[in-house]
């Protein structure tokens, strides 16, 4: 019943916020919400998992993990939601209901359901459709501004990940012919449990074609290179809080997919075949984004284009059998890059720019901004100690340790090149001359509302990288054995 609950309470309320015509309780209705569904799940956490809740949904250690990050994730972004809201205040007729607000509110709200659907989901169709309606659901998000980039960079996320889609599509039509070359897998539930239980009576053949198009399909959603291009204008245009759900989140219900379906090639005894194309990808996606990374001059393109890079990470942990590593990783991430897009919306309240050459002085106009915006990004270049340099580590020593060598090679450049394209940027933002004085305007208080969230967020990555509490790590474990197929 709890799993039930999780994924249709946001439906409802999403629903219910369109027959609201108060924006002050809208906004507060996503606030509600997001720690109403952060409550559920540590309640699901603590009491033990719900194997399932009939052939659709479910819960397992893999899904539970994604499911927390999710959850942490948008109670923490919504704080932010409510006061980019505020901020961006409509004019009075445009406030009633069906307004652009109230739309906004209403596929934020639909945008949780639908991840964690995705998340729960056993039946490969069920998932699909679910990742189909995550795409529906974060587009009226990344367009809420109507300005001409963000309407053109919504309208490339839709056509370029439902032709994404569509390639999983056909991916998951191939597992399903897969079963028919058995007998004693005729009438097989096409359940990822049943499938992995089954593999090595599923043909081989068709296993391969049919991972080979899912990987492309949900990797287009995941954005991996070269199927990102959606990626850095969307997160770009789109609200920071949105893009910390887009980063943090969506792309994870993606990777969940692939993970799930290289576990079933596993199982089959065809792992090599999909462990290689997962690094190959994972390579191009970390080299390339470190080349985007060295040309950036707009600081939320240079989140987006991270993203991409750690996207390559874990897609090389899950082809180099790092699955411990790499959830890890997913954790670290997540939480890094929220943290960071929700400072990247505090530093254009107060500068009114993306562009990295005119933001600077950020530590003389908001020391505690600056000083999270420096921390944030020391975590998501590995930098010790936080947590992303345990799981990056975590990933090389496995890399080193089977011998891997190019892939290590590959795996080191990325991470050199994204430090030094980084650092290029960050320390002008940070330390240089304040551009426009009279814009920006020193705080008169250390530390903002709005730098509570990312502050709790870089702790946690922090204390990872310190300590990692017995809970998380022993949900790791049981995660990493699931995605590594055993």
């Known amino acids: 019943m709890m799993l039930r609950i999780l994924f249709l309470a946001p439906f409802a309320a999403g629903l219910a916020s369109l027959g609201i015509s108060s924006p002050r309780v809208r906004r507060r209705l996503i606030t509600i919400v997001s720690f ?9 956490w603590r ?179 070269p199927m990102h291009t959606w990626l850095p204008d969307a997160h770009s245009e789109a609200p920071s809080p949105v893009s910390a759900l887009l980063s943090g989140a969506l792309l994870n219900c993606a990777f969940l997919g692939i993970l799930r379906t290289n576990a079933i090639l596993v199982r089959a005894g065809i792992g ?19 080349w985007f990374v060295l040309r950036q001059a707009d600081f939320k393109r240079l989140l987006a284009y991270s993203s991409i890079e750690h996207m390559g990470i874990l897609a090389i942990a899950a082809g180099a059998g790092a699955s411990f590593g790499g959830l890890l990783h997913a954790l670290n991430h997540s939480l890094t890059k929220g943290a960071l897009f929700l400072l990247a919306g505090t530093i254009l309240g107060a500068y009114h720019t993306k562009s990295t050459r005119a933001v600077s002085g950020l ?36 890399l080193g340790g089977g011998g891997r060598w190019w892939l290590l090679a590959a795996f080191l450049s990325a991470l050199g090149i994204v430090f030094v394209g980084m650092w290029r940027i960050v320390i002008p933002m940070a330390f240089g001359r304040p551009s426009d004085p009279a814009v920006c305007v020193p705080r008169s ?33 049981h995660a990493s054995a699931i995605a590594g197929g055993l």
């Open 363 to 398: 530590i003389r106009v908001s020391p505690a901004t600056g000083l999270l915006w420096i921390a944030g990004f020391l975590a998501i270049c590995g930098v010790p100690p936080f947590g992303t340099f345990v799981s990056e580590f975590s990933v090389m020593a496995i």
């Open 47 to 225: 009491t033990g998992f719900e194997p399932s809740a009939g052939r659709w949904i479910g819960l397992d250690a893999l899904s539970m993990l994604f499911l927390l990050i999710t959850s942490v994730l948008f109670a923490s972004s919504s704080f932010a939601t409510v006061a980019y809201l505020r901020g961006h205040e409509l004019p009075v007729e445009s406030r009633g209901r069906f307004s652009r607000e109230a739309v906004f509110t209403c596929a934020m709200l639909f945008f949780l359901g639908t991840t964690t659907l995705a998340i729960l989901s056993l039946h490969t169709g069920v998932f699909w459709m679910a990742i189909e309606a995550t795409t529906l659901a974060s587009a009226p998000l990344i367009s809420y501004q109507r300005s001409s980039r963000s309407l053109e960079a919504t309208w490339k996320y839709l056509l370029i990940c439902s032709v994404g889609i569509a390639i999983a599509l056909v991916g998951n039509t191939a597992l399903a012919v897969s079963v028919a070359f058995d007998p004693a897998t005729y009438g097989l539930p096409m359940t990822f449990r049943d499938l992995a239980e089954r593999a090595v009576s599923l043909n081989p053949v068709w296993l391969k074609v049919a991972f080979a198009l899912i990987l492309v399909g949900y990797g287009t959603k995941m954005g991996l290179a």
């Open 272 to 290: 090599g075949y999909s462990n290689g194309l997962l690094a190959a990808f994972g390579a191009l996606s970390m080299l390339l984004a470190g």
């Open 445 to 477: 208080r250390p530390i903002e509302a709005a730098d509570v969230p990312p502050l709790a967020l870089c702790c946690m990555v922090l204390l990872f990288g310190i300590w990692l509490p017995s809970p998380i790590a022993r949900l790791i474990e």
């Open 36 to 44: 109403f569904h952060l409550a559920c799940t540590l309640i699901v």
